[in-house]
C-alpha cells in the first residue's frame, strides 16, 4: 500500500493560514471519512490533532480544521504560532488488507 | 492520567528477533484497541500492526506480514509485538498507541518510542 501523498513542505508567517494536502485514492481518503491528522515536534511522539476528516478531539485549539474533497484531505491552521512549527502526518483507514495508511509527512515551517 | 511505556528495542542482527513490549497504565486497557506504529531515522510514519480489545482481530502493514505477531495480555494490562526475520529496514523508533474511542481508525495517545537498530 502506498503511502498517502502530502507536500514535503509548507510554510507561512505568524498569524497567516496555511493548508496541507492529503492525496490518496477512491479505496482510502476518497472512500471513508476516516482521515486522522497528527502532528509531531522532534524528539516527541505524534498527537491526534484531527479525526475523522473534521474532528477534533478535547483540548485542541479550534485554529485546526481539516476537510476532504474527493481524494483529498485539507488540514488547515489559521493564526499561525511559533509553536505549530512542526511535522504534520495525515492517515485515513484503507479498504486493502493493511487497515491504515499515513501520508509522507509535511515540515511545516513558521517564518 | 493515560501512560503507555515502550520496552524491549535494542540492536539486533539480520535474520534475528526481538520482542516489544507496551505497559499500559491510566485506563481499562481491556476495553481499547491497539497499535504499534514505526518510524525510520528522519522518515515519516508507518503503521505496522493492529489488535482488537479482546485480541481476536488483527491486521498488519505488508511489509511485516508474516515476520511479525502483535499479542496483548489483558490482565497484564500490556501490548506486545514478537519481530522475527528482522531487516536493516525494519530500524525504527517503534510506537505503541491507543485507537481513540470515537473512532478506532485514530490514535490518540503514544508512547515515547523504543529504538530498533537491525545492522551486523
Known amino acids: 500500500q502506498s503511502a498517502l501523498t502530502q507536500p514535503a513542505s509548507v510554510s507561512g508567517s505568524p498569524g497567516q493560514s496555511i493548508t496541507i494536502s492529503c492525496t490518496g485514492t477512491?479505496?482510502?481518503?476518497?472512500?471513508?471519512?476516516?482521515v486522522s491528522w497528527y502532528q509531531q515536534h522532534p524528539g516527541k511522539a505524534p498527537k491526534l490533532m484531527i479525526y475523522d476528516v473534521s474532528n477534533r478531539p478535547s483540548g485542541v485549539s479550534n485554529r485546526f480544521s481539516g476537510s476532504k474533497s474527493g481524494n483529498t484531505a485539507s488540514l488547515t491552521i489559521s493564526g499561525l504560532q511559533a509553536e505549530d512549527e512542526a511535522d504534520y502526518y495525515c492517515s485515513s483507514y484503507t479498504s486493502s488488507s493493511t487497515l491504515e495508511v499515513f501520508g509522507g509527512g509535511t515540515k511545516l515551517t513558521v517564518l | 492520567e493515560v501512560q503507555l511505556v515502550e520496552s524491549g528495542g535494542g540492536l539486533v542482527q539480520p535474520g534475528g528477533s526481538l520482542r516489544l513490549s507496551c505497559a499500559a497504565s491510566?485506563?481499562?486497557?481491556?476495553?481499547?484497541?491497539m497499535n504499534w506504529v514505526r518510524q525510520a531515522p528522519g522518515k515519516g510514519l508507518e503503521w505496522v500492526s493492529y489488535?482488537?480489545?479482546?485480541?481476536?482481530?488483527?491486521y498488519y502493514a505488508d511489509s511485516v506480514k508474516g515476520r511479525f505477531t502483535i499479542s496483548r495480555d489483558n490482565a497484564k494490562n500490556s501490548l506486545y509485538l514478537q519481530m522475527n526475520s528482522l531487516r536493516a529496514e525494519d530500524t525504527a523508533v517503534y510506537y505503541c498507541a491507543r485507537s481513540f474511542e470515537y473512532s478506532s481508525s485514530s490514535l490518540d495517545y503514544w508512547g515515547q518510542g523504543t529504538l530498533v537498530t537491525v545492522s551486523s
Open positions: 477512491s479505496s482510502d481518503v476518497g472512500g471513508y471519512n476516516y
Open positions: 491510566g485506563f481499562t486497557f481491556s476495553s481499547y484497541e
Open positions: 489488535i482488537s480489545s479482546s485480541g481476536s482481530t488483527i
